[in-house]
């Protein structure tokens, strides 16, 4: 299958050498430029915002440099532009961040210096090379920390909350995801020796850790994991990895620190706290606990802890209203009157200070939960705001204390603390969280911790065993990053679904954050869910039960604007009830960008496309895919002309279109990405009728024909066009010349498969809206992936354009060692919000599709099987490798250098390769043998006509 050439050290990226005989960490050749790393005229594109900076033309490579150390943002400059000039050559108050409009071209030949830090740890290096494991020296601030999750619970490393997936506070116009204490997460050693500290989110056993380094020598490894096969387990443990004494002659003492600060509440006392408000706060709000710094390789230093102010706050509050502490020793939380409030006080970051207060909820004592324990906590809650249908969610978390000194010695080489997190939600009526918590508590302690991790780790590694692979990684800088992002993308978005666990679906700023306060958009199925479909399809019918369950609720909303069927809420929480819009009336969002409810539909027959699987269609996913068709019927108008039909009063997907075209209020007609996917929803209802043995109405086929979608034959050739609102104001009327996104291009990708969209109609499409003029320069996170599959649809493909747009992706809206990502281009003068929303998911599922069903040239189109466009290998790289994908019940291996397709194939279902016209032509079957297939013989005999491949089900006996 043409795997990755074995592990060797190469010259270019990350290598070790040895310097006067000291280990030194050289990822590039040596420079003349002393603390940096030079890597010339390379394969480096231009370089990520937030992380490089440009530097003046005129200035010095010295000066350049120095201004670049001492600014702690800069990680590198490139020599190849200017962002000010300046006499001394400093960055400015405004640095490391390319201009509006600043191009992202192809791969340039630039000069690239890139700060040196400490090298990763020798047992860490492998996979820092092979891009799974991302490092960094020093930790970032917290606002590029990445996350730990399982799908049930998650939480980012050093933020004081955590969250639990389908645990809302509120109900209609004022609920969000629900905040809770995180137990583990901010627990850490503060020694004031331990002046280094390394860190490493290993993506593949879904662990992070930290190296702390102490002056005596010793080393200690931090590990922190939410457990996979456990939900409801957080843990982290210590271990001494070297002991300077060689035999521990003398014990080893370390300080720790945790941000669940309520441990120390005496049994039988409740904490009292502050109404907290979720007005955004200053930093100083949130000041840096203990005052702890940490050196950085130059000698400076930094708070161990930063502050992530948000539009929603994330310098913490807790939604738990009634909470007890105990110990377990004693009878505990009988009903008291509190002390008075004591003046606010905040934790740093994402700190919890809660407005704990005394409850009369009942308590488990030691003899009910076992052995008295001194050092077990416990903590019971209820949401202080209950959610639609009157129901206000508790919460039980049960923790190891965590003290202020730990000793290591010949006898305990390390310590594990172990939280466990469960809540009501899901849970069958009566059930009693603090017993369970506390049960499991007993059980996990019970277990060897090295069982324990390896259970997790085991987990972990078989979910990635389906992936892809970027050839060349080892000795391209620019193929070493697109692997490190495939990684990290594809560890945010497992580290926030479960197969097991339903209610919580997939939210833009993921399980760990409170990012889009935990609300559902339909970026869970254009976007997310989509990149995990092929390789997990167990995790992405999780995202579709989701849906499923949400259709009590759908068929509320419907009956409250007057439709029929089901309308699914645009922004939704726990069981699809909706953030706003509670009232069906109103514009703007909440009540009139209703695409979201065909985009359901689209997505459960992707789901249906990938799987194959009748009897889920028959009896889960039919009833919604019916309800939605329904729902269309019903919203639509008749036109003056005959036969056609139209959508009104619609917000477009981009949403920040031009007021003055009334498009969020009242809405505009007829727009293309909201007609376009309703005609797809009701050509997948008359198909999945007819699957599942009923008739469709003979509308629902009428109005898809009959329905319009805008186009224009005297632009370019013919053209989609964007809507106007019902005052003739075009939604892109100047000054704002841009759509955002562009509704047009959903045609094209995802939908195009669907509504048979060809290659042609997609050149003249994107060439009209997407040459830089119209483009949206601001919302890399969600255009770019859709404009890097549609170039690369078309034929020939426009490599150009798809580069561009990758790097848009890769570039524009990520930053920090741990590859965290923004939904818009982080520009001086960005036009809309979301600056802060750090953990991005969309976007991480839209770079997957570029791989996979761009580069890749894989799009799951019809029944009769899948799409092949022509594959084409990302510049910087040499190969693209697909392993483990799940297709019809089967497992597909894929593998190409442009040159070159190589597949095999197992499992019940024969699969055949069918060669263009339109995946009619000639048939290979596909086996657990390799089966070699030259690209230019397969393809280039039908090009330039629109055309392309399929793979499908065999149509006779393979041999």
Not at 601 to 628: C, H, M, S
Not at 662 to 675: E, F, I, K, R
Request: proline residues 8%; hydrophobic residues 40%; charged residues 15%.
């Amino acid at each position: 299958m043409g795997p990755e050439v074995a592990p060797v050290r190469f010259n270019v990226v990350l290598t070790l050498a040895l310097v006067c005989g000291v280990r030194a960490w050289v990822p590039f050749p040596s420079t003349d430029v002393p603390g940096y790393h030079h890597l010339p005229k390379s394969d480096v594109p231009f370089a990520a915002l937030r992380s490089v900076c440009m530097a003046p033309s005129n200035c010095s490579l010295v000066a350049v440099a120095a201004a670049c150390t001492a600014d702690s943002d800069c990680r590198a400059f490139n020599t190849n532009g200017s962002l000010k000039q300046r006499a001394d050559c400093g960055w400015g108050t405004v640095h490391c961040v390319y201009p509006q409009g600043q191009p992202y071209p192809p791969a340039e030949t630039t000069d690239l210096y890139i700060k040196q830090g400490a090298p990763p740890p020798d047992e860490w290096m492998e996979a820092v090379v092979d891009g799974s494991v991302l490092y960094a020296q020093p930790e970032p601030n917290i606002c590029e920390m990445p996350e730990i999750g399982n799908g049930y619970v998650a939480s980012v490393i050093s933020f004081a909350s955590t969250h639990v997936a389908g645990l809302y506070y509120g109900g209609c116009g004022g609920t969000h995801k629900a905040r809770l204490p995180s137990p583990i997460g901010g627990i850490s050693i503060v020694n004031a020796d331990a002046t280094s500290v390394q860190a490493g989110l290993d993506t593949v056993q879904g662990i992070y850790r930290r190296r702390y380094h102490l002056d005596s020598g010793a080393v200690i490894e931090q590990r922190i994991l939410a457990h996979r096969t456990r939900p409801h387990v957080l843990v982290t443990d210590f271990t001494l990895v070297v002991d300077p004494t060689h035999d521990l002659a003398a014990p080893i003492v370390v300080q720790l620190a945790t941000l669940y600060d309520l441990q120390g509440v005496s049994a039988g006392i409740a904490q009292p706290g502050d109404e907290i408000s979720s007005e955004a706060r200053s930093p100083e709000a949130c000041p840096n606990p203990g005052g702890r710094m940490v050196k950085r390789p130059d000698g400076t230093s930094y708070p161990y802890y930063f502050t992530c102010v948000t539009h929603d706050s994330d310098c913490g509050e807790c939604d738990i209203d009634h909470a007890c502490f105990c110990n377990l020793t004693t009878h505990c939380c009988q009903p008291q009157t509190p002390p008075p409030p004591s003046p606010p006080s905040h934790m740093n970051g994402n700190g919890c200070a809660g407005s704990f207060k005394a409850s009369d909820l009942t308590w488990v004592d030691s003899a009910a939960a076992g052995p008295g324990d001194p050092n077990l906590l416990a903590h019971t809650g209820t949401i202080a705001s209950p959610n639609d249908d009157g129901v206000a969610p508790t919460v039980a978390i049960v923790v190891d204390r965590v003290p202020p000194n730990v000793t290591f010695s010949s006898t305990s080489r390390s310590v594990q603390f172990i939280a466990v997190v469960i809540a009501s939600v899901g849970m069958p009526q009566g059930f009693n969280v603090t017993l369970a918590a506390v049960a499991e508590h007993i059980a996990v302690t019970a277990v060897a911790t090295s069982q324990l991790v390896d259970e997790h780790t085991a987990a972990w590694t078989l979910l990635t065993d389906n992936r892809i692979e970027v050839g060349g990684r080892r000795s391209s800088y620019r193929a070493w990053q697109l692997q490190t992002h495939f990684w990290s993308s594809y560890y945010y978005l497992m580290s926030t679904i479960r197969e097991d666990w339903s209610l919580g679906g997939f939210s833009p700023g993921g399980l760990a954050s409170q990012n889009y306060e935990g609300a559902v958009f339909m970026d869970q199925e254009l976007y997310m869910a989509q990149a995990l479909l092929l390789f997990h399809p167990e995790l992405t019918l999780s995202a579709a039960q989701y849906r499923l369950d949400s259709a009590p609720a759908a068929a509320r909303i419907a009956k409250t604007f007057g439709y029929e069927g089901l309308m699914f809420a645009w922004t939704s929480a726990a069981a699809g009830n909706p953030f706003g819009c509670c009232s069906g009336k109103g514009g703007n969002e909440d009540c009139i960008e209703q695409h979201i409810t065909p985009d359901v539909a689209f997505f459960l027959q992707q789901v249906f496309r990938a799987t194959g699987d009748l009897t889920w269609l028959k009896e889960k996913a039919w009833p919604v895919v019916q309800g939605i068709a329904e729902w269309v019927a019903s919203r639509v108008v008749p036109g003056k002309t005959s036969g056609t039909y139209h959508l009104r009063g619609v917000m477009p997907i981009d949403e920040w279109c031009d007021q003055s075209s009334g498009c969020a209020n009242p809405g505009v007609d007829d727009d293309p990405q909201m007609n376009g996917v309703s005609v797809a929803a009701l050509l997948w209802a008359v198909e999945a009728a007819t699957l599942v043995g009923e008739t469709a109405p003979i509308a629902w086929a009428q109005i898809a024909a009959g329905l319009v979608i805008p186009y224009n034959a005297s632009l370019g050739g013919g053209v989609h066009t964007m809507p106007v609102g019902a005052n003739g104001v075009s939604v892109i009327n100047p000054p704002r010349s841009t759509s955002c996104p562009e509704d047009v291009n959903y045609l094209s990708y995802p939908f195009g498969p669907s509504l048979n969209i060809s290659a042609e109609l997609t050149r003249r499409d994107m060439v009209y809206w997407s040459d830089g003029t119209k483009t949206c320069l601001e919302n890399a996170g969600m255009t770019a992936p859709i404009h890097a599959v549609s170039w690369l649809k078309v034929v020939p493909p426009n490599i150009t354009g798809a580069e561009f747009s990758l790097n848009r992706s890769l570039l524009a809206v990520s930053y920090g060692p741990f590859n965290m990502r923004n939904e818009v281009d982080v520009h001086t003068t960005t036009v809309g919000g979301h600056f802060n929303n750090t953990h991005f998911l969309t976007g991480d599922g839209g770079y997957i599709q570029i791989l996979l069903n761009g580069y890749g040239g894989l799009m799951l189109a019809h029944q009769s099987g899948m799409q092949l466009n022509r594959p084409v290998i990302p510049e910087g790289a040499t190969s693209l490798q697909v392993r483990g994908m799940s297709y019809l019940n089967s497992t597909l291996d894929f593998w190409t250098d442009g040159v070159v397709m190589q597949w095999n194939a197992s499992g019940p279902v024969k699969l055949c390769l069918f060669s263009p016209p339109a995946g009619q032509g000639a048939s290979l079957c596909l086996t657990s043998v390799v089966a070699n297939v030259t690209v230019q013989t397969f393809f280039d005999g039908f090009e330039p006509n629109d055309t392309h491949g399929r793979l499908g089900p065999c149509s006779a006996a393979c041999p």
